[in-house]
């Protein structure tokens, strides 16, 4: 069954994207996701290689000017490299509609809280009704858990539509340091952890979160910052195989842990340059000596105005 959430329509005939490369690999990917026949006409088929067992594929979905920027300084929402692309308006709507099907097909969606902040009726749902329903045919809930990243849980805004959105299952991946932050907020929630091995992680921790996914399940991993190998080892156990990771700055230390597989970058055509923000900025840089490279397994493209890269992470 369907939710009520928001949901829009999508023009097939404005929205799809053309296939102009695909790498050969892909005809040994052996993980299904969706399928329905707007998927068919706008994207294709989307299928991923080789799950982990130790934690879930991981990818992300961004856009970015030709020189990396994902937003302006005047105007720093970043949905606008792609609306402001005066030459193929459209393929803005294209951008829009990948991060759904990405969403649609995976099982968790990790925020940050400053998206939370800055947008307050921010929630991760499928906004095609049409991907919903292909999610619910596949035996998936309708709504993938909508995973909140936050250091000590301090800058969460626990007055946020997300928490008010029952429709909604949320998750908190946060640090010891930021369970006496949890303690005070308003929702029913469990806490799992703290938790600072993967070796301390028992069946009867995921047995309660499997039994309590009505409330917000707060997972505490390290100390002052949650550790990431651990927190996705969980959320595994739990049964999330496919991760879609929406904050540009946790995707960054994710890449830098070597733990980001996939990188859906769409590029509007527009240059921004100066000190515009950039994907990585508040993180820390590679070096010339150790930084991941990539492979490239398919380009669509809009326009000539708009492309749209499925980049696999390679990390020695």
């Known amino acids: ?7 829009m329509p999508f023009d097939i005939e404005k929205t799809k994207v053309t296939p102009i490369y695909r790498n050969p690999v892909l005809d040994q990917a052996e993980v299904e996701t969706i399928t329905c026949d707007q998927m068919k006409e706008i994207y294709g088929e989307l ?9 879930p594929y991981t990818y992300t979905s961004l856009v970015t000017s030709i020189d990396g920027r994902i937003a302006f300084t005047d105007a720093p929402q970043g949905p606008l490299i792609a609306k402001l692309n ?16 990405l969403r649609a097909v995976s099982d968790g969606d990790i925020i940050g809280a ?45 007055d946020h539509i997300l928490f008010k959105t029952k429709e909604v299952p949320v ?39 499997k039994a309590n996914t009505d409330k917000v399940i707060v997972i505490a991993t390290g100390d002052k910052a949650p550790d990431s190998h651990v927190a996705l080892y969980i959320m595994k156990k739990f ?11 946790y995707m960054h230390y994710l890449v830098s842990q070597k733990l980001m597989d ?19 900025k508040f993180g820390k840089e590679f ?28 990390y020695d």
């Open 262 to 280: 996939e990188l859906f970058f769409n590029y509007s055509c527009i240059y921004v340059g100066g000190q515009a923000l950039t994907i990585g």
């Open 47 to 55: 299928k991923f290689q080789k799950l982990h067992e130790d934690r």
């Open 1 to 7: 069954m369907g939710t009520s959430l928001f949901k």
């Open 287 to 314: 070096t010339s000596t150790d930084h991941p490279h990539t492979r490239m397994l398919s380009i669509h493209t809009h326009s000539d105005h708009f492309f749209y890269f499925r980049h696999q992470l390679m």
């Open 171 to 209: 998750m908190i991946s946060t640090s010891a340091a930021g369970i006496p932050v949890i303690k005070k907020m308003e929702e029913d929630y469990i806490i799992i952890g703290p938790v600072k091995d993967k070796s301390e992680v028992t069946d009867e921790m995921i047995a309660e979160m």
């Open 114 to 158: 400053g998206t939370m902040s800055a947008e307050r009726d921010y929630t991760c749902h499928v906004f095609s009704q049409e991907l919903e329903d292909a999610r619910v045919a596949a035996g998936m809930q309708p709504v993938p858990w909508n995973i909140i990243s936050s250091l000590d849980a301090t800058d969460i805004p626990f």
């Open 86 to 101: 005066k030459y193929d308006p459209d393929g803005a709507n294209s951008d829009w509609w990948i991060l759904n099907m």
């Open 239 to 249: 049964g999330l195989d496919k991760v879609l990771v929406e904050t540009p700055s």
